[in-house]
């Protein structure tokens, strides 16, 4: 079965080919053929790779994301990247949908119904779902009537109980959608199989926390396989501190902006999602790479950006410990969480409480996929590669064989 994926973002757009055999691999398999556009304006920048190793970058005009998706999957059947020799023989498309709103939890197939009722909840996430309602109808117009698949990342976290999932507001906002839904689903799920898998553990008798640190950053208590608490909330603003965004605030800020400064909800939106966090401390960037660079030459506020951004992450982390009631694994992961030893050496520095403890030198070399704790440590810590589209891809596999069987079995 050929699988391609669409992950579209405000400003991007991403898609993957996989080629999944009768039985699903422990391991992710390599892509057949990967593409991404980046655009600011109508200049984008964009990246073929072919699972033959060929790669290709170079700057292209767009004008809409339905143009930027016809260049990238143009690539896919044309040319020196090419992984199939036609459009037809692509069995199914997987898009990553942020924001699945109070109704949707697994991966569905979708319908003229699925598509009304996401963008119903486009006011919780208006650039990302309405970006990707965008790729569905794209493809719908080159790919004609291969099915499609939705795979929610809002979705694992729907196993949050109501005490975890409700804001001690007004019952009316629950009634009326407000809720912690969480974020960054697909790839926290991913993580918690991995972990299992890495380190030889039954899913369903595991407690873990993990860490996705990316420029988007959230934390995942879960539970014998279930999300039981997590620190994204009604938007991906929530939480701990980003590489933009700011996190969690007193809420008394915002309404005393509003009455002294005189800023608006749009202003404000921008302020917090834009020119906060690392950025907004630092006011050298949102990038923890730079940040680092920058503490290691002396500059006082990248060193306190830093050092609010750790505060953040182990008290988080705590709480997830306490909300789990002990922890047999930390996993970390995404861009920052893989790749910054030092960010995985601070946030673990005061978890020896727990019998946690890192190995240096296993921690410095940020291996992937790979145990980094001390032989001696009571809970174990990993690395793992974020695999988006890896996890979507086995959704519509498993989404798509559930159908058949079933088909099958009513004409038996």
Not at 108 to 130: D, G, M, Q
Not at 202 to 219: A, P, R
Not at 303 to 325: P, Q, T
Request: glycine fraction near 8%; include cysteine; aromatic fraction near 6%.
């Amino acid at each position: 079965m050929k699988v391609l994926v669409l992950n579209s973002g405000s400003s991007s757009q991403k898609s993957s080919l996989y080629d999944i055999g009768d039985v699903l691999p422990n391991d992710p398999p390599a892509c057949l053929w990967q593409a991404k556009i980046e655009w600011e304006g109508e200049s984008a920048e964009a990246e073929i790779k072919s699972g033959r190793g060929f790669t290709r970058r170079n700057r292209i005009q767009v004008s809409s994301r339905a143009q930027a998706i016809e260049h990238l999957l143009g690539t896919l059947w044309k040319g020196e990247a090419s992984a199939v020799r036609s459009p037809s023989e692509i069995d199914v498309v997987g898009h990553r949908v942020v924001h699945g709103g109070p109704e949707f939890e697994d991966p569905v197939v979708i319908t003229a119904e699925v598509k009304s009722a996401i963008a119903s909840v486009s006011a919780f996430a208006p650039l990302h779902n309405r970006a990707e309602l965008e790729g569905m109808e794209t493809i719908e117009k080159l790919l004609g009537a291969v099915p499609q698949v939705a795979v929610f990342d809002t979705g694992f976290h729907k196993t949050m109980p109501l005490y975890a999932a409700v804001y001690p507001g007004p019952y009316e906002w629950f009634a009326s959608g407000i809720r912690r839904y969480g974020f960054h689903g697909i790839n926290h799920k991913y993580c918690a199989r991995r972990a299992a898998h890495l380190l030889g553990r039954d899913l369903n008798s595991f407690k873990l926390v993990t860490c996705h640190l990316g420029n988007g950053c959230s934390l995942a208590a879960i539970h014998n396989g279930k999300s039981v608490d997590t620190t994204m909330g009604f938007t991906p603003l929530e939480g701990l501190m980003m590489g933009t965004r700011s996190g969690s605030v007193d809420p008394g800020i915002l309404t005393y902006l509003l009455r002294q400064s005189k800023h608006t909800g749009e202003q404000l939106d921008e302020l917090l999602n834009e020119h906060s966090g690392l950025l907004g401390i630092s006011d050298v960037s949102g990038d923890m790479r730079e940040i680092l660079s920058a503490v290691r030459k002396g500059h006082e506020r990248a060193k306190l950006a830093f050092d609010i951004y750790v505060h953040r992450l182990r008290s988080s982390i705590g709480a997830m410990i306490a909300v789990l009631g002990g922890i047999d694994a930390l996993v970390f992961t995404a861009g920052v969480g893989e790749n910054s030893p030092d960010v995985r050496a601070a946030a673990c520095e005061n978890l020896q409480y727990v019998g946690l403890k890192l190995d240096p030198k296993k921690n410095a070399e940020s291996p992937a996929d790979e145990e980094i704790s001390a032989p001696d440590s009571v809970v174990r810590v990993i690395t793992i590669r974020a695999e988006e589209d890896w996890e979507i891809a086995r959704d519509c596999w498993e989404l798509v064989d559930k159908n058949q069987t079933q088909r099958q079995e009513q004409h038996t």
